[in-house]
């Protein structure tokens, strides 16, 4: 985490500092965090008190970040990324990409994976273009398909922790914490379970915002919703299917059963020869409606078509740029969609023109609630919510109240001596020290 020093000690370069805007003697720095009673307040303490106003550091082209005399000056930015691509060597790309993260301030999350990049990244705008750029000096990876948000002052000011309502408990893992990216190695960008599946070899067909919704209003058009049951509670599309899936990797044996495609007609109707003959070859295809799916930026929409494709489905299209695209380009009053779009991040919601939804997260389960499920017995704040107060043994409840009482009063999970680790001093005694740093 940054200080008020005057160097930047995570930068290799050494021609990086910071712009302090005060210099009080470590004996005045309190021992633990001021509580924050606005936005207004969360800014000024933001680039003011905690001093993370960055001048003179350069990236690895030489071009300088410009100087942040306030949020207004370089506002957040979001954008969420993914290229499929035959990747087999990625992960050469995950040190240097996390480098270069880790010292533009840039932060959220990046998974590599033999099949392509995905991720979601927050930062100013220069620093994620700086990015995204370095990520596509790969050939492999030009072309990204990318959907950007912007961040308000109110989005911020939780993205950077400095809100007494925004519990970094849940936390420790979470997207857009402001000094933590993490670029992960995984089997798959997207986990369906079926590596044969490969959007690199085909997919279906893209279907832009505007013209998606002719497509859904056709009676003839089956409109699925590839989205987790959780993230379907809160929005989807008129006469949208919901699979009512916990995982994308259920998907296919939804598929399976919803379409009855791994039946023969002998299982179908007990009484019927059990040869295919082409009459029933006609009777499959019949089975196989022409499809419309929809996810949240596109992604899982690409994999899903290819996987209803390699089962035999002839028209297969997919919303291009996701739910996002098109709460951001399609006009309220022209929009079919209903409520609104979980995004996981922060921000928990979006509605049109993508601002922040009404809608909250439980940390026990990391689902989204509504104020009303607030008001419900099984809420408490931290520990559990309606859709997981059942599901949670009492072992677990005690042990998310003691984290949350751990952030309550430390700001931090694991207390004040979070980093720290116990030695034995002349006398015997125990006492904690920082890791590598003096007491303070």
């Known amino acids: 985490m940054l ?45 003011n008190s905690q001093s993370l106003a960055i001048s003179k550091c350069f990236s690895s082209n030489t071009k300088s970040v410009p100087v942040c005399e306030s949020l207004e000056e370089c506002p957040l930015v979001v954008v ?30 990046i ?11 927050c930062g100013t705008r220069d620093s994620v273009e700086e990015v995204l750029a370095f990520i596509q000096t790969d050939e492999r990876l030009k072309g990204l398909r990318r959907i950007e948000s912007p961040v308000s002052p109110e989005e911020e000011a939780i993205h950077h922790g400095h809100m007494s309502s925004s519990p970094l408990a849940a936390g420790e893992d979470a997207p857009f914490r402001w000094d933590h990216v993490r670029v992960k190695l995984k089997k798959e960008i997207v986990t369906l379970g079926m590596p044969s ?74 009484d019927s020869p059990s040869e295919t003959t082409a009459e029933q070859e006609e009777e499959t295809e019949k089975k196989m409606p022409r499809v419309a799916m929809y996810c949240t930026g596109g992604i899982r929409c690409e994999k899903a078509s290819s996987f ?22 399609v006009p309220r009053a022209e929009s079919l969609w209903e409520g609104e779009c979980f995004v996981f ?35 408490e704040y931290g520990v559990t919510c309606p859709y997981c107060y059942s599901s949670k043994s009492e072992e677990e409840k005690e042990r998310a109240r003691a984290r949350q009482k751990q952030f309550e009063r430390w700001g931090i999970i694991g207390g004040p001596d979070k980093g720290r680790k116990a030695i034995k001093t002349v006398e015997g005694e125990k006492r904690s020290v920082e890791q590598g740093r003096p007491d303070i």
């Open 111 to 121: 998974i590599l994976a033999p099949e392509g990049i995905n991720g979601s990244i």
């Open 308 to 329: 209803l494709l390699s089962k035999g489905f002839k028209e297969v299209y997919h919303l291009q740029g996701g739910i996002l695209k098109y709460l951001e380009e």
């Open 345 to 379: 991040d922060k921000r928990v919601s979006v509605e049109h023109g993508l601002v922040q939804g009404t809608y909250k997260l439980c940390y026990g389960c990391k689902e989204p609630v509504s104020d009303a499920d607030m008001e419900a017995p099984e809420w």
């Open 3 to 47: 200080s008020s020093s005057t160097t930047c000690s995570t930068n290799p370069n050494p021609n990086c500092t910071l712009q302090p805007t005060m210099n009080k003697p470590n004996s005045e720095i309190p021992s633990k965090p001021p509580k924050i009673q606005s936005f207004k307040e969360s800014a000024n303490t933001l680039f």
């Open 80 to 109: 969420s990324f993914y290229k499929f691509a035959d990747f087999p060597d990625h992960a050469y790309l995950r040190k240097p990409l996390k480098e270069l993260c880790e010292r533009l301030r840039v932060s959220g999350g």
């Open 197 to 270: 599946v490969s959007p690199i070899e085909k997919v279906g067909e893209y279907v832009s915002p505007k013209e998606w919704n002719e497509l859904i209003s056709d009676p003839d058009t089956v409109v699925i919703d590839v989205r987790n049951d959780y993230e379907t509670r809160i929005g989807k599309f008129k006469r949208a299917v919901d699979p009512c899936t916990t995982a994308f990797r259920k998907f296919p044996s939804w598929v399976d059963e919803q379409f009855e495609l791994n039946k023969s007609e002998s299982q179908i109707n007990p």
